[in-house]
């Protein structure tokens, strides 16, 4: 049967009418004419809103909080290589590296300085985002007015020990002290392990100072510090592969409101919450990090431009050569469109007030 209608109304008997032999579907004029119309529409539609954001021998900025080497920095790089083919113009991108504050010096670079043009653009950690709600005095600015354009993956969190250690379990952190690698006071890598010694009772001796996850890869590799915490599960096997079929780290605890499939043997941290209290407080720190890398642009851009970036996000992570890429780069793709992050920013700052001021005691106390 046909998609099209074959019936023909006593007032359209007299339009001339493109029949199929055997009678089984009649297509009229005034049907084409209709579709061509639709598509027109269409079209022009796409054509001006590619216009509304023409980069035409423009430069983007791609800024990343951490140093060279680390997943954040892989993934900008990644995106780097590709996003100029999915926008008007062709635009070179480049890649700027502003470690420094657990990411909070990019994030305010990105919502207070950065053009607002659509030239610059920023991978931020999404416990970053979120610094300011959580009384970060340093942090100004606010996640639910960046433009979020989407995440290339989701987040599980890893809390990982060199093997040298005699410490092999989640309860062996829980009763022996470990010493722990931190970076500035907005990273993963320093609120999880503060927050295990202060919701699951955990004997973290937390070393921060560090600039960025590839840095304390290296105090582990010179023994300086026995682990790091908070830094997500495909980011170790990216920058740590070969650690990990080395069996040099043990995998303690995952981080995260349910097990992942990679990791079923693997305990949660929510398998530790000392009581109903801590696990709530557990559960709005781990929703607040759903997406792991979450690409924004900052607040003030004209909506054609949000739209423009938002769509060259999705038309890249779909082309065969970018996926190529990602899977010759060993990282993992899981595309997350930017409204859905503004959603959880959203949600995130509506959390009942007394729980967001728990947070906040929990990790204030945590990190004397």
């Known amino acids: ?10 007032k359209n008997r007299g339009h001339k009418s493109l029949e ?15 579709l061509a119309t639709i598509w027109y529409v269409l079209l022009t539609a796409t054509a001006n809103l590619a216009l509304a954001a023409n980069f035409t021998g423009q430069r983007i900025t791609i800024a990343v909080s951490t140093t060279t080497g680390g997943s954040y920095d892989f993934y900008a790089r990644l995106v780097s290589r590709h996003l100029g083919r999915f926008l008007n113009g062709a635009p070179q991108t480049v890649v700027v590296n502003m470690p420094g504050a657990g990411g909070v010096i990019e994030a305010n670079w990105l919502y207070n300085v950065a053009p607002k043009d659509g030239s610059a653009i920023a991978i931020i950690p999404m416990s970053t985002a979120f610094e300011s709600l959580l ?10 007015k960046f433009n979020w354009l989407a995440s290339l993956n989701d987040y599980v969190g890893s809390a990982i020990v060199s093997s040298q250690t ?3 379990t989640a309860q062996d952190m829980i009763r022996r002290e470990v010493i722990i690698g931190g970076a500035g006071a907005g990273s993963d890598i320093t609120i999880w392990p503060n927050l295990l010694n202060a919701l699951i009772g955990a004997k973290i001796k937390l070393v921060t100072g560090y600039v960025g996850t590839a840095n304390v890869f290296l105090a582990m590799e010179r023994g300086e510090v026995q682990g790091m915490i908070g830094q997500d599960w495909d980011g170790v096997k990216t920058s740590k592969g070969a650690w990990i079929t080395q069996g040099k780290i043990h995998m303690l605890m995952q981080i995260g409101l349910t097990r992942s499939p990679e990791l079923k043997d693997v305990p949660t941290v929510m398998d530790f919450a000392k009581g109903p209290i801590e696990r709530q407080v557990l559960e709005f720190f ?4 759903k997406y792991a890398r979450p690409f924004a642009a900052p607040p003030g851009l004209s909506p054609d431009v949000i739209t423009v970036l938002r769509d060259a996000y999705s038309r890249m992570v779909a082309d065969a050569e970018f996926l190529a890429d990602a899977s010759t780069s060993k990282l993992p793709i899981v595309y997350t469109p930017g409204e859905k992050i503004n959603t959880l920013a959203e949600t995130i700052y509506a959390a009942p007030p007394s729980l967001i001021e728990r947070a906040i005691n929990e990790l204030a106390t945590a990190s004397k």
Do not use: E, H, W
Request: proline share 2%; hydrophobic share 35%.
């Open 286 to 289: 781990v929703a607040r990090q």
């Open 20 to 34: 199929r032999k055997n009678g089984s579907s009649v297509l009229r004029i005034a049907d084409l004419t209709a």
């Open 135 to 144: 009384g970060g005095a340093q942090a100004k600015y606010d996640a639910r």
């Open 1 to 10: 049967m046909s998609v099209f209608s074959s019936t023909c109304s006593p």
């Open 166 to 168: 005699n410490i092999s």
